[in-house]
């Protein structure tokens, strides 16, 4: 099969690359709302679909395109990705000295190529399957200073809940994880090894 990552996140294309796998990037322009109903794990499962659905019509008989998409989850609400300095660092004085839930989810989509086409089914149907996974992340209280000097020397504006845990804010203020580390970098990549070679990918 022919890998594709549709992902622009940089962590994530380094976690793919750490499995030694031969695979290829591309940017999907997708519509990231969701239902107000949704809840948790079930926001990113919603949006890593919609990434798949976007590029869907693209797939060759040889690509398997694999999505994601991550959130922080803290007492029922969700922090996506912060718009600005400030939003950020009130995200991060929300968390600050809480356990909060990383959730993400994870798309694999594929062309079903052993019903043969016919007049009938011109075209083959597409398949997905998918797995969300949650990490409880424990920050200790931070102080204002501290919240400030991460805000603006690393800029965390293109990730969930405005932290990096492989960035300095999470050397020294999680305190205690309970799940997968590299699902709160934003790809459970154990997860989606174990998938790939279940499925003989």
Not at 46 to 71: C, F, G, H, M, N
Not at 96 to 102: A, F, L, R
Not at 174 to 201: A, Q
Request: overall charge negative; some cysteine; charged content about 20%.
């Amino acid at each position: 099969m022919n890998l594709i990552l549709g992902s622009q996140s940089p962590r994530r294309r380094e976690l793919m690359a750490g499995l030694d796998i031969p695979f290829s990037c591309i940017t999907i322009d997708a519509d990231e709302s969701y239902p107000a109903h949704l809840q948790a794990g079930d926001i990113p499962l919603y949006i890593s679909r919609a990434k798949a659905r976007a590029y869907a019509e693209q797939l060759q008989v040889e690509d398997l395109l694999i999505t994601s998409d991550t959130i922080v989850w803290l007492n029922g609400q969700m922090l996506g990705k912060p718009q600005s300095k400030e939003e950020a660092k009130q995200m991060l004085i929300q968390l600050s000295g809480q356990t909060h839930q990383v959730y993400t989810a994870v798309c694999f989509t594929w062309l079903d190529h052993t019903t043969p086409l016919t007049a009938s089914t011109p075209h083959y149907t597409t398949l997905h399957d998918s797995f969300v996974d949650c990490t409880d992340v424990t920050f200790r209280t931070l102080t204002a200073e501290e919240i400030d000097y991460y805000v603006e020397k690393y800029m965390p504006l293109d990730k969930a809940g405005a932290y990096g845990v492989q960035e300095w804010i999470g050397y020294v203020g999680v305190t205690r994880m309970e799940g997968s580390y590299f699902n709160v970098m934003g790809f459970p990549i154990g997860r989606v090894y174990e998938w790939l070679k279940s499925h003989n990918r």
